[in-house]
């Protein structure tokens, strides 16, 4: 019998196109990658809950217009929240509404790997959730350090693995993620 879960998807939203750092090329992969989640999530009848990141300024804020689901991944969520810290239980009525439903475990994916959605599992597993990571469906930038090395996405997602595995999340595929439990 397989555990019922919550899949949350972090920050997917039109804000990132407007930022100096937004790259095109990993796209295909990581709208194919969600998109198989969704039609799983749909298939088995779980909830899908959208989270989208606002700040008071720039294309992250309500006025701008940008603060929408990216397009190319339509689904009808359970839940729609508005987060103003990097995690989607902070200040928001996520816990209590995931408590309520009786859901203990998570499914993280999103834009960005190592921000709101590491941060995410990270508070998710500190309050009791179980958290399946779907690394391959989350999305990141090129960054440079202080040093001047400059990490890849590549590079990013294996640290964020890294930290999380065993201690934070399960480190898993989209098929994991679907797999009865």
Known sequence: MSTK???ILVDIQDSFRQR??????DL?????????????FQTRAWPIV????VEPEGP????????????????DPALVIHKTAHSALAGTPLAPWLTA??????????IRTEQCCETTTRDASDRGFQVDYVT????????????GRVFS?????ERTELVLAGRFAGICTVGDALADR
Do not use: C, Y
């Open 101 to 110: 439903a009786g859901i203990r475990r998570l499914v993280v994916a999103g």
């Open 20 to 25: 100096p750092s937004f790259r095109t090329d």
């Open 5 to 7: 879960a919550a899949l």
């Open 28 to 40: 295909p992969a990581f709208f194919d990658r969600v998109g198989a989640l969704i039609q799983g």
């Open 136 to 147: 391959e469906a989350t999305l990141t930038f090129p960054m440079t350090s202080a040093k």
């Open 50 to 53: 959208r989270v989208l990141h």
């Open 153 to 157: 996405p590549e590079d990013i997602k």
């Open 60 to 75: 992250f804020s309500l006025a701008s217009g940008w603060v929408t689901p990216m397009k190319e991944i339509p689904h």
